[in-house]
Nanobody, 123 residues
């Protein structure tokens, strides 16, 4: 059974940093595309960043240069380093896995989801 467990969320001031982690269980991590999504109150869920099995990454325009997605296949873990956080980054962040290894940053492409971790950024 595939399971994704996020951690690392919290509260920071604008300009601060957080590192999210997503531990994966129940599948061969290296074959999957992995992604981070987020959902702010009253808004639709949006793709933040994804990384395919080959390590190619894609980012939401508003986080380029501030966020970095990475994966450690040996540890079955996905990361999101978030620097220079802005109040607009406030949301619940979810990790997701696509067993087909594709480069689509849309939630319909992902079969497995974590429970989410909340990020709050104060101005």
């Amino acid at each position: 059974q595939v399971q994704l467990v996020e951690s690392g969320g919290g509260s920071v001031q604008a300009g601060g940093s957080l590192r999210l982690s997503c531990a994966a269980f129940g599948y061969t991590h290296s074959y999957y595309s992995l992604a981070w999504f987020r959902q702010a109150p009253g808004k639709e869920r949006e793709g933040v960043a994804n990384i395919d099995p080959g390590g190619i990454t894609d980012y939401l325009d508003s986080v380029k240069g501030r966020f970095t997605i990475s994966r450690d296949n040996a540890k079955n873990t996905l990361y999101l380093q978030m620097n220079n956080l802005e109040p607009e980054d406030c949301a619940v962040y979810y990790c997701a896995a696509d067993p087909r290894g594709r480069r689509f940053l849309i939630d319909g492409a992902f079969n497995y989801w974590g429970q989410g971790t909340k990020v709050t950024v104060s101005s």
